[in-house]
Protein backbone atom coordinates (compact mmCIF):
# COMPACT_ATOMS: atom_id res chain seq x y z
CA UNK A 1 0.00 0.00 0.00
CA UNK A 2 1.55 2.97 -1.06
CA UNK A 3 -0.77 5.74 -2.04
CA UNK A 4 -3.31 6.39 1.26
CA UNK A 5 -6.32 8.57 0.36
CA UNK A 6 -7.20 10.41 3.53
CA UNK A 7 -10.96 11.20 3.88
CA UNK A 8 -10.63 15.13 6.00
CA UNK A 9 -8.28 17.67 5.73
CA UNK A 10 -7.76 19.29 8.70
CA UNK A 11 -4.50 18.76 11.32
CA UNK A 12 -5.12 15.51 12.04
CA UNK A 13 -4.46 14.88 8.48
CA UNK A 14 -1.67 17.53 8.28
CA UNK A 15 -0.22 15.48 11.11
CA UNK A 16 0.24 12.15 8.96
CA UNK A 17 2.86 14.07 7.31
CA UNK A 18 5.72 13.54 8.54
CA UNK A 19 5.30 9.70 9.44
CA UNK A 20 4.15 9.27 5.39
CA UNK A 21 7.33 10.49 4.36
CA UNK A 22 9.31 8.35 6.78
CA UNK A 23 7.57 5.63 5.53
CA UNK A 24 7.52 6.54 1.44
CA UNK A 25 4.19 6.72 1.75
CA UNK A 26 2.04 9.20 -0.61
CA UNK A 27 -0.86 10.64 0.84
CA UNK A 28 -3.93 12.01 -1.42
CA UNK A 29 -6.40 13.80 0.29
CA UNK A 30 -10.03 14.64 0.13
CA UNK A 31 -11.22 18.28 1.64
CA UNK A 32 -13.30 21.21 1.39
CA UNK A 33 -10.80 24.22 0.97
CA UNK A 34 -7.60 24.98 -0.54
CA UNK A 35 -6.88 26.73 3.00
CA UNK A 36 -7.22 23.39 4.92
CA UNK A 37 -3.55 22.44 6.97
CA UNK A 38 -3.24 19.35 5.13
CA UNK A 39 -3.16 20.52 1.39
CA UNK A 40 0.37 21.50 1.61
CA UNK A 41 1.65 18.36 2.92
CA UNK A 42 -0.57 15.88 0.30
CA UNK A 43 1.17 14.68 -3.46
CA UNK A 44 -2.75 15.15 -4.68
CA UNK A 45 -5.83 16.76 -3.53
CA UNK A 46 -9.62 16.43 -4.40
CA UNK A 47 -11.26 19.53 -3.41
CA UNK A 48 -14.73 18.72 -1.78
CA UNK A 49 -16.90 18.34 1.37
CA UNK A 50 -15.96 15.13 2.98
CA UNK A 51 -19.67 13.34 2.57
CA UNK A 52 -19.38 14.08 -1.00
CA UNK A 53 -19.04 10.10 -1.86
CA UNK A 54 -18.87 10.97 -5.37
CA UNK A 55 -15.71 12.53 -4.73
CA UNK A 56 -14.46 10.09 -2.94
CA UNK A 57 -15.12 8.11 -5.87
CA UNK A 58 -12.37 9.78 -7.60
CA UNK A 59 -9.80 9.92 -4.06
CA UNK A 60 -10.38 5.89 -4.61
CA UNK A 61 -8.88 5.75 -8.34
CA UNK A 62 -5.79 8.26 -7.19
CA UNK A 63 -5.37 5.71 -3.68
CA UNK A 64 -4.60 2.15 -2.77
CA UNK A 65 -6.71 2.48 0.90
CA UNK A 66 -8.87 4.83 1.77
CA UNK A 67 -8.39 6.42 5.33
CA UNK A 68 -10.62 8.42 7.85
CA UNK A 69 -9.28 12.00 9.11
CA UNK A 70 -12.77 12.66 10.12
CA UNK A 71 -15.71 10.26 10.32
CA UNK A 72 -18.74 12.45 9.54
CA UNK A 73 -19.31 11.04 6.08
CA UNK A 74 -22.01 9.41 4.08
CA UNK A 75 -21.36 5.59 5.06
CA UNK A 76 -24.57 4.79 2.57
CA UNK A 77 -23.08 6.03 -0.15
CA UNK A 78 -19.51 4.87 0.97
CA UNK A 79 -20.83 1.43 0.97
CA UNK A 80 -21.58 1.60 -2.64
CA UNK A 81 -17.86 1.49 -3.52
CA UNK A 82 -16.54 -0.75 -0.93
CA UNK A 83 -18.71 -3.37 -2.73
CA UNK A 84 -17.26 -2.17 -6.07
CA UNK A 85 -14.01 -2.68 -3.85
CA UNK A 86 -12.59 0.27 -2.52
CA UNK A 87 -10.58 -0.75 0.63
CA UNK A 88 -11.52 0.98 3.68
CA UNK A 89 -9.17 0.87 6.68
CA UNK A 90 -10.76 1.11 9.01
CA UNK A 91 -13.37 -0.73 6.93
CA UNK A 92 -17.08 0.60 7.24
CA UNK A 93 -18.77 -1.91 9.27
CA UNK A 94 -16.48 -1.10 11.84
CA UNK A 95 -17.69 3.22 11.68
CA UNK A 96 -21.48 2.06 11.45
CA UNK A 97 -21.99 1.71 15.21
CA UNK A 98 -19.93 4.75 16.38
CA UNK A 99 -21.62 7.96 14.25
CA UNK A 100 -24.73 8.21 16.10
CA UNK A 101 -23.54 8.42 19.75
CA UNK A 102 -26.57 6.43 21.28
CA UNK A 103 -25.82 3.51 18.60
CA UNK A 104 -22.50 3.87 19.95
CA UNK A 105 -23.71 3.72 23.70
CA UNK A 106 -25.64 0.63 22.24
CA UNK A 107 -23.06 -1.07 20.91
CA UNK A 108 -20.56 -0.37 24.05
CA UNK A 109 -23.05 -1.66 26.20
CA UNK A 110 -23.77 -4.89 24.23
CA UNK A 111 -20.34 -5.48 24.44
CA UNK A 112 -20.04 -5.42 28.18
CA UNK A 113 -18.41 -2.03 28.44
CA UNK A 114 -18.96 0.64 31.79
CA UNK A 115 -20.92 3.36 30.08
CA UNK A 116 -22.91 5.67 31.82
CA UNK A 117 -26.75 5.08 32.01
CA UNK A 118 -28.56 6.72 28.59
CA UNK A 119 -31.58 7.02 26.87
CA UNK A 120 -32.74 8.32 23.66
CA UNK A 121 -35.32 11.06 23.85
CA UNK A 122 -37.69 11.41 20.61
CA UNK A 123 -39.66 14.44 21.54
CA UNK A 124 -40.63 15.89 25.01
CA UNK A 125 -44.17 14.43 25.99
CA UNK A 126 -43.54 12.05 29.32
CA UNK A 127 -40.41 13.37 29.60
CA UNK A 128 -40.62 13.51 33.04
CA UNK A 129 -41.22 9.72 33.66
CA UNK A 130 -38.68 8.75 30.92
CA UNK A 131 -35.91 10.45 33.12
CA UNK A 132 -37.68 9.67 36.31
CA UNK A 133 -34.21 7.33 37.02
CA UNK A 134 -31.89 9.85 36.25
CA UNK A 135 -30.59 12.28 38.62
CA UNK A 136 -29.73 16.24 37.40
CA UNK A 137 -27.94 17.33 36.27
CA UNK A 138 -28.10 15.29 33.14
CA UNK A 139 -26.41 15.62 30.02
CA UNK A 140 -28.02 15.90 26.52
CA UNK A 141 -26.11 15.17 23.23
CA UNK A 142 -26.81 15.23 20.19
CA UNK A 143 -26.91 12.19 18.51
CA UNK A 144 -25.03 12.86 15.74
CA UNK A 145 -21.90 15.34 14.20
CA UNK A 146 -20.73 16.28 17.77
CA UNK A 147 -17.04 17.58 18.16
CA UNK A 148 -15.02 19.36 20.16
CA UNK A 149 -18.19 19.76 23.07
CA UNK A 150 -20.70 21.27 20.27
CA UNK A 151 -23.79 19.32 20.88
CA UNK A 152 -23.27 18.71 24.82
CA UNK A 153 -24.68 20.11 27.01
CA UNK A 154 -25.04 19.83 30.84
CA UNK A 155 -28.96 20.54 31.98
CA UNK A 156 -29.44 21.62 35.69
CA UNK A 157 -33.15 20.97 35.54
CA UNK A 158 -36.58 19.63 33.86
CA UNK A 159 -37.63 23.38 32.58
CA UNK A 160 -34.45 23.86 31.16
CA UNK A 161 -34.50 20.53 29.61
CA UNK A 162 -37.75 20.68 28.18
CA UNK A 163 -37.14 24.05 26.60
CA UNK A 164 -33.73 23.05 25.30
CA UNK A 165 -35.72 19.76 23.09
CA UNK A 166 -38.62 21.37 22.30
CA UNK A 167 -37.39 23.84 19.34
CA UNK A 168 -35.87 21.14 17.39
CA UNK A 169 -36.98 20.47 14.63
CA UNK A 170 -36.38 16.91 15.07
CA UNK A 171 -36.33 15.85 18.23
CA UNK A 172 -35.14 12.30 17.88
CA UNK A 173 -31.73 13.35 17.47
CA UNK A 174 -30.77 13.82 21.36
CA UNK A 175 -29.36 11.35 23.77
CA UNK A 176 -29.11 12.02 27.26
CA UNK A 177 -27.22 10.63 29.97
CA UNK A 178 -26.48 10.79 34.03
CA UNK A 179 -23.62 13.26 34.24
CA UNK A 180 -20.98 11.31 36.07
CA UNK A 181 -19.07 13.32 38.66
CA UNK A 182 -15.38 11.77 37.65
CA UNK A 183 -12.90 12.43 39.11
CA UNK A 184 -10.59 12.61 36.15
CA UNK A 185 -11.31 12.16 32.24
CA UNK A 186 -8.64 9.74 30.76
CA UNK A 187 -7.95 8.27 27.34
CA UNK A 188 -6.26 5.75 25.57
CA UNK A 189 -4.74 5.53 22.17
CA UNK A 190 -4.89 2.18 20.42
CA UNK A 191 -4.38 0.37 17.15
CA UNK A 192 -4.94 -2.59 15.27
CA UNK A 193 -2.97 -3.93 12.42
CA UNK A 194 -4.09 -5.78 9.47
CA UNK A 195 -3.53 -9.63 11.38
CA UNK A 196 -5.08 -8.66 14.24
CA UNK A 197 -2.09 -7.29 16.48
CA UNK A 198 -3.24 -4.64 18.76
CA UNK A 199 -1.14 -2.08 20.77
CA UNK A 200 -2.11 0.18 23.49
CA UNK A 201 -0.40 3.60 24.09
CA UNK A 202 0.11 4.79 27.96
CA UNK A 203 -3.03 6.15 29.91
CA UNK A 204 -3.40 9.66 29.76
CA UNK A 205 -5.52 12.26 31.98
CA UNK A 206 -7.25 14.72 29.55
CA UNK A 207 -8.17 18.42 30.72
CA UNK A 208 -11.37 19.94 29.53
CA UNK A 209 -13.15 23.38 29.73
CA UNK A 210 -16.46 23.94 28.96
CA UNK A 211 -16.32 20.14 27.00
CA UNK A 212 -13.20 21.14 25.18
CA UNK A 213 -9.70 19.37 25.46
CA UNK A 214 -7.17 21.79 26.96
CA UNK A 215 -4.40 19.69 28.13
CA UNK A 216 -3.07 16.42 28.76
CA UNK A 217 -0.62 14.55 30.96
CA UNK A 218 0.99 11.68 29.97
CA UNK A 219 0.87 9.11 31.38
CA UNK A 220 -2.09 9.55 33.74
CA UNK A 221 -1.74 9.01 37.24
CA UNK A 222 -3.71 6.09 37.85
CA UNK A 223 -2.85 2.78 39.45
CA UNK A 224 -2.30 -0.20 37.89
CA UNK A 225 -5.40 -1.85 37.84
CA UNK A 226 -7.11 1.30 36.67
CA UNK A 227 -4.59 1.30 33.65
CA UNK A 228 -5.32 -2.40 32.90
CA UNK A 229 -8.87 -1.61 32.74
CA UNK A 230 -8.32 0.84 30.21
CA UNK A 231 -6.55 -1.36 28.40
CA UNK A 232 -8.84 -4.31 28.41
CA UNK A 233 -11.80 -1.97 27.26
CA UNK A 234 -9.35 -0.87 24.22
CA UNK A 235 -8.68 -4.50 23.34
CA UNK A 236 -12.91 -5.89 23.35
CA UNK A 237 -13.76 -3.26 21.77
CA UNK A 238 -11.01 -3.07 18.34
CA UNK A 239 -11.42 -7.07 18.50
CA UNK A 240 -14.78 -6.81 18.34
CA UNK A 241 -14.98 -4.36 15.12
CA UNK A 242 -12.07 -5.92 13.70
CA UNK A 243 -10.73 -2.34 13.49
CA UNK A 244 -7.69 -1.24 11.34
CA UNK A 245 -5.78 1.63 12.28
CA UNK A 246 -6.16 3.76 15.18
CA UNK A 247 -8.98 4.65 17.58
CA UNK A 248 -8.87 7.20 20.20
CA UNK A 249 -11.11 6.10 23.60
CA UNK A 250 -12.12 8.70 25.91
CA UNK A 251 -13.12 7.53 29.54
CA UNK A 252 -14.22 8.75 32.55
CA UNK A 253 -12.49 7.60 36.20
CA UNK A 254 -14.98 7.56 38.65
CA UNK A 255 -14.62 8.84 42.31
CA UNK A 256 -14.56 5.44 43.54
CA UNK A 257 -12.00 4.28 40.86
CA UNK A 258 -14.05 3.19 38.59
CA UNK A 259 -13.40 3.41 34.55
CA UNK A 260 -16.33 3.90 31.80
CA UNK A 261 -16.42 4.55 28.38
CA UNK A 262 -17.42 8.32 27.48
CA UNK A 263 -16.84 8.32 24.00
CA UNK A 264 -14.95 6.67 20.74
CA UNK A 265 -13.49 8.21 17.60
CA UNK A 266 -12.68 5.81 15.27
CA UNK A 267 -9.32 7.85 14.40
CA UNK A 268 -6.39 9.47 15.42
CA UNK A 269 -7.10 12.06 18.36
CA UNK A 270 -6.58 14.72 20.09
CA UNK A 271 -5.41 12.94 23.02
CA UNK A 272 -2.72 11.23 21.21
CA UNK A 273 -0.80 14.35 19.77
CA UNK A 274 1.95 13.81 23.22
CA UNK A 275 2.92 10.78 21.02
CA UNK A 276 4.36 12.32 17.76
CA UNK A 277 7.51 14.04 20.64
CA UNK A 278 6.81 11.89 23.41
CA UNK A 279 6.64 8.11 21.77
CA UNK A 280 8.98 5.94 19.70
CA UNK A 281 6.01 5.82 17.72
CA UNK A 282 3.76 8.79 16.90
CA UNK A 283 -0.11 7.79 16.95
CA UNK A 284 0.29 9.19 12.96
CA UNK A 285 2.78 6.68 12.07
CA UNK A 286 0.98 3.75 13.72
CA UNK A 287 -2.40 4.65 11.62
CA UNK A 288 0.10 4.96 8.41
CA UNK A 289 1.39 1.35 9.71
CA UNK A 290 -1.63 -0.45 10.56
CA UNK A 291 -3.80 1.22 7.29
CA UNK A 292 -0.66 0.13 4.84
CA UNK A 293 -0.21 -3.68 6.43
CA UNK A 294 2.74 -2.61 8.23
CA UNK A 295 3.79 -4.19 11.21
CA UNK A 296 2.95 -2.20 14.49
CA UNK A 297 5.94 0.17 16.05
CA UNK A 298 6.62 0.65 19.86
CA UNK A 299 3.82 3.14 21.30
CA UNK A 300 6.22 3.15 24.63
CA UNK A 301 6.74 6.78 26.36
CA UNK A 302 11.13 7.51 25.45
CA UNK A 303 10.76 10.21 28.49
CA UNK A 304 9.29 9.77 32.02
CA UNK A 305 6.35 12.60 31.52
CA UNK A 306 4.85 14.64 28.64
CA UNK A 307 2.72 17.59 28.91
CA UNK A 308 0.35 18.71 26.04
CA UNK A 309 -1.19 21.82 25.75
CA UNK A 310 -3.70 22.88 23.02
CA UNK A 311 -3.36 26.14 21.22
CA UNK A 312 -7.05 27.28 21.37
CA UNK A 313 -7.97 30.76 19.55
CA UNK A 314 -9.55 32.82 21.36
CA UNK A 315 -10.22 35.80 19.05
CA UNK A 316 -11.23 36.53 15.16
CA UNK A 317 -8.24 37.40 13.80
CA UNK A 318 -5.50 36.49 10.77
CA UNK A 319 -2.68 36.81 12.78
CA UNK A 320 -0.61 33.73 12.97
CA UNK A 321 0.92 34.56 16.64
CA UNK A 322 4.64 34.32 15.91
CA UNK A 323 5.68 36.26 19.21
CA UNK A 324 3.78 33.65 21.53
CA UNK A 325 5.03 30.45 19.38
CA UNK A 326 8.52 31.30 20.04
CA UNK A 327 8.15 32.19 23.66
CA UNK A 328 6.98 28.44 23.49
CA UNK A 329 8.91 27.12 21.47
CA UNK A 330 12.18 28.48 24.00
CA UNK A 331 11.11 25.97 27.16
CA UNK A 332 13.21 23.76 27.47
CA UNK A 333 12.32 19.89 25.56
CA UNK A 334 8.93 22.02 24.20
CA UNK A 335 7.97 21.46 20.61
CA UNK A 336 5.07 23.86 18.96
CA UNK A 337 2.91 22.09 16.24
CA UNK A 338 1.44 25.02 14.45
CA UNK A 339 -1.36 24.11 11.83
CA UNK A 340 -0.62 26.70 9.66
CA UNK A 341 -4.79 27.50 9.76
CA UNK A 342 -5.10 31.12 8.16
CA UNK A 343 -7.93 32.24 10.43
CA UNK A 344 -8.30 32.29 14.09
CA UNK A 345 -11.57 31.84 16.11
CA UNK A 346 -12.49 31.51 19.88
CA UNK A 347 -12.29 27.72 20.38
CA UNK A 348 -10.37 26.61 17.20
CA UNK A 349 -7.88 24.64 17.44
CA UNK A 350 -4.50 26.17 15.96
CA UNK A 351 -1.81 24.47 17.17
CA UNK A 352 -0.26 22.50 20.01
CA UNK A 353 2.63 22.15 22.27
CA UNK A 354 4.39 19.40 23.87
CA UNK A 355 6.74 19.56 26.35
CA UNK A 356 8.81 16.54 27.36
CA UNK A 357 9.83 15.71 31.28
CA UNK A 358 12.51 13.85 32.99
CA UNK A 359 11.06 12.81 35.95
CA UNK A 360 7.76 11.83 36.94
CA UNK A 361 5.62 14.00 38.52
CA UNK A 362 2.12 15.18 38.71
CA UNK A 363 2.31 18.39 40.39
CA UNK A 364 5.56 19.41 37.94
CA UNK A 365 3.12 18.68 34.77
CA UNK A 366 -0.11 20.65 36.11
CA UNK A 367 2.12 23.58 36.61
CA UNK A 368 3.92 23.29 33.25
CA UNK A 369 0.66 23.52 31.54
CA UNK A 370 -0.48 26.21 33.49
CA UNK A 371 2.67 28.22 32.55
CA UNK A 372 2.47 27.36 29.06
CA UNK A 373 -1.16 28.72 29.06
CA UNK A 374 -0.02 31.89 30.52
CA UNK A 375 2.20 32.17 27.18
CA UNK A 376 -0.86 31.91 25.17
CA UNK A 377 -3.87 33.17 26.60
CA UNK A 378 -3.74 36.98 26.81
CA UNK A 379 -4.42 37.45 30.54
P1 LIG B 1 -17.66 15.64 22.02
O1 LIG B 1 -17.95 14.50 21.11
O2 LIG B 1 -18.25 16.91 21.55
O3 LIG B 1 -16.20 15.74 22.40
P2 LIG B 1 -18.16 14.37 24.55
O4 LIG B 1 -19.25 13.42 24.70
O5 LIG B 1 -16.77 13.82 24.49
O6 LIG B 1 -18.47 15.34 23.35
O7 LIG B 1 -18.22 15.40 25.75
C1 LIG B 1 -17.31 16.48 25.89
C2 LIG B 1 -17.00 16.69 27.36
O8 LIG B 1 -18.21 16.91 28.08
C3 LIG B 1 -16.37 15.50 28.04
O9 LIG B 1 -14.97 15.46 27.82
C4 LIG B 1 -16.72 15.78 29.49
O10 LIG B 1 -15.87 16.77 30.03
C5 LIG B 1 -18.12 16.34 29.37
N1 LIG B 1 -19.09 15.22 29.47
C6 LIG B 1 -19.62 14.50 28.45
N2 LIG B 1 -20.44 13.54 28.91
C7 LIG B 1 -20.47 13.64 30.25
C8 LIG B 1 -21.13 12.92 31.30
N3 LIG B 1 -21.98 11.92 31.04
N4 LIG B 1 -20.87 13.30 32.57
C9 LIG B 1 -20.04 14.34 32.85
N5 LIG B 1 -19.40 15.05 31.92
C10 LIG B 1 -19.59 14.72 30.62
Redesign the pocket.
Known sequence: MKRVGVIGGGQLAWMMGDAAKKLGVELVVQTPSKSDPAVSIAQDTVFAAIDDAKTTEILAQKSDVITFENEFVDLEALSLLANQGVCFRPRLEALFPLLD?YHQRCYLRDLGLPV?QFLAVDGVENLAAKIEHFRFPV?L?SRRH???????F?IQDLASLQQKLSPAANQSQFLI??????AR?LAVIAARSVNGEVVIYPVVE?Q?EQ???RRVIAPADITLNQAEQCEAIAHTLLNSLQAVGVFGI?L?LTQDGKVLV??IAPRTHNSGHFSIDACQTSQFEQHLRAVCGLPLGNPTLHCQMAVMVNLLGYENSDSDYQSQRQQLAAIDQATVHWYGKTESRPGRKLGHVTVLLNETNQKTANHLAQTLESLWYPS
Do not use: A, M, R, S
Not at 146 to 152: A, F, I, N
Not at 177 to 182: G, L, V
Open positions: KPVKGYDGQGTIEEFIPFETQQVCEFNE
